[in-house]
């Protein structure tokens, strides 16, 4: 599976940004997609994900100014509002690929370049 990543960039605080990832080549069934940012100096974190069925879940950090969607099973977006300059960070788009051929079923996990998210103050 190969993921391209757009949308980051810079922006001031309070600003908006969109970021896009678009999943291609998978084999099997796309299961949840989600978005991980690593900070400067830190761990990669958790943003958002998204299930097929497009139950969201969000750090709390998040919470109420990013909104993460699915155009369709091999798209996932999301939508950062209010942003703050602790939400500076490489942004990884994340994809969980599932074959149902086996039991248990196998699963596979992609992520795509990254992009960077700057929020000046």
């Known amino acids: 599976v190969q993921l391209q990543a757009s949308g980051g960039g810079l922006v001031q605080v309070g600003g908006s940004l969109r970021l896009s990832c678009a999943a291609s080549?998978?084999?099997?069934?796309?299961?949840?997609m989600g978005w991980y940012r690593q900070p400067p100096g830190k761990q990669r974190e958790l943003v958002a994900s998204i299930t097929n069925e497009g139950t969201p879940t969000y750090a709390d950090a998040v919470k109420g100014r990013f909104t993460i969607s699915r155009d369709n099973k091999n798209a996932v977006n999301l939508q950062m509002n209010s942003l703050k300059p602790e939400d500076t960070a490489v942004y990884f788009c994340?994809?969980?690929?599932?074959?149902?051929?086996?039991?248990?079923?196998?699963?596979?996990?992609?992520w795509g370049q990254g992009t960077q998210v700057t929020v000046s103050s």
């Open positions: 080549g998978s084999r099997f069934s796309i299961n949840g």
């Open positions: 994340n994809v969980e690929e599932v074959d149902h051929s086996y039991w248990p079923v196998r699963r596979y996990e992609y």
